[in-house]
């Protein structure tokens, strides 16, 4: 007999401390439906910090990984403890994550190694909150979502086996707990090995589990009242977008929004789940609402910024076009070196491409274009994007820096600047 799901989401900065964690289990007492399924993100900036580790390892920075590696250990071990968490088995468990990570098989290709690494937050971070949920007298499983969310072997950015994954999910929940905590962000590929569904990929992941349990509301707790028409710390005057339909909210995922993953909407959409999103530190607002809405609610610009660009530039190396084929290749490196395109604008006789940077997949794609091409970048830069641009928006967007890049249609307009 079908179960009827709700899904809650909580994002790093909504478990980040002991505090934080105290408030995410009063949010499941007081506003939680049985049967609930809870995904989790890592504590805080532990991916970043993961991150950080295995870059290190790679570059043969040893003492600054093992620092790394430590100050993550001892800031889950301190939450514990003040939680009053840390028994001997919950001890054990955290300590073989960070065991496991300092002895990822060195001669594994740097992707995989990548995705088993700074997944381990994730896997932290749901062990300590459904060891607190018991604490606080919940009937509270903890799954391992990597048994359960089956993914192709494109590590770093997976792609879901959906038919494969809703019969193990409901398998596994077929006899469901009060509370079941999991995580977001990891599957597993066909050979067991851990992948990852890409940065801020743990809201995808709750949309594939709201998906497969056929779930009406799946309800994302985080430290905004909702979505907003603009970050509001960058930019003046953003405002709450009270009501945002699917379309609308892929279009703003799509560009960059940092309050949504690009492919959350997409199985939401299909099974006519809602998406809430709500604050934690003031639960009883209203917040946002993406569903099957006519019109974004209130209709207005909405901007969107992201720092710490590559303008990468492509050309062939007699100065001929750059053919569909040679396209082709050269986003097949980028996607196997794990970088997401953010724009891309053609010249005469080469093409560029805005990517993020990171220090590793960059210099290792520029390394493979320049084989057969010259490619060039230049760091440093900043993407401003506003959808919906009224003139005045798209005055103040075309005056926001030097000027390296300019895509404009009428639904978006974007730059890449060099920041003044």
């Keep these: 007999m079908p179960h009827n799901w709700s899904v ?8 980040k401390d002991s505090e934080a964690l105290r408030n995410a289990v009063r ?18 900036k532990t991916t970043n910090a993961l991150e950080r580790f295995i870059q290190a390892r790679e570059l043969g920075q040893h003492e600054e990984a093992q620092r790394e590696l430590l100050e993550i250990a001892q800031f889950h071990d301190d939450i514990a403890q003040e939680l009053g968490l840390l028994d001997p088995e919950l001890r054990d468990q955290l300590q073989a994550l960070w065991t496991q990570a300092d002895q990822v098989n060195s001669e594994q290709a740097y992707n995989p190694r990548y995705d088993a690494t700074v997944s381990l937050g ?20 903890w799954l391992d979502a990597r048994r359960v969310l089956r993914t192709d072997a494109t590590y770093r950015r997976a792609s879901v ?21 999991t995580q977001g962000f990891i599957g597993s590929a066909p050979d067991q090995s ?7 990929g743990s809201d995808y992941s709750a949309a594939v589990f709201a998906q497969s349990l056929q779930a009406k509301v799946l309800c994302i707790w985080k430290d905004v009242p909702g979505m907003l028409s603009a970050d509001p710390k960058v930019f003046e005057g953003a405002v709450l977008l009270e009501e945002v339909p699917y379309r609308e909210a892929i279009e703003l995922a799509f560009y960059g929004a940092s309050i949504i993953h690009p492919k ?34 209130p209709e207005v610009p909405c901007w969107i910024r992201h720092e710490n660009q590559v303008l990468i530039e492509v050309a ?30 053609h010249r005469a006789l080469s093409t560029q491409f805005a990517v993020h940077n990171d220090r590793i997949a960059v210099p290792r794609a520029l390394e493979r274009l320049n084989v057969g091409y010259r490619a060039s970048a230049e760091f440093g830069l900043r993407m401003t994007t506003v959808r919906r641009p009224d003139a005045e928006a798209l005055a103040d967007l075309l005056s926001s820096g030097s000027l390296r ?3 404009r249609n009428n639904e978006v307009a974007q730059v890449l600047t060099a920041p003044d």
């Design 122 to 141: 994730e896997i932290a971070s749901s062990l300590l909150f459904a060891a607190a949920l018991r604490a606080d007298g919940r009937d509270a499983h």
């Design 27 to 44: 949010l499941v007492r007081d506003y939680g439906t049985a049967p609930l399924l809870v995904v989790v993100s890592a504590m805080g």
């Design 264 to 297: 959350t909407i997409q199985p939401l959409a299909q099974g006519g789940t809602v998406l809430q999103i709500r604050s934690f530190v003031n639960p009883e607002a209203a917040g946002t609402e993406v569903g099957p809405f006519a019109a974004l609610r």
């Design 316 to 345: 062939s190396r007699d100065f001929t076009f750059l053919s569909e084929g040679n396209l082709s290749e050269v986003y097949r490196i980028f996607a196997e070196e794990g970088l997401l395109v953010r724009a891309a604008q």
């Design 8 to 15: 809650f989401k909580f994002g790093g900065a909504s478990v």
């Design 405 to 407: 890049m300019v895509l």
């Design 161 to 181: 086996d959906w038919s494969q994954t809703q019969a193990a999910v409901l398998d596994a929940l077929s006899n469901p707990a009060e509370v079941t905590v």
């Design 194 to 200: 851990t992948t990852t569904l890409g940065r801020e």
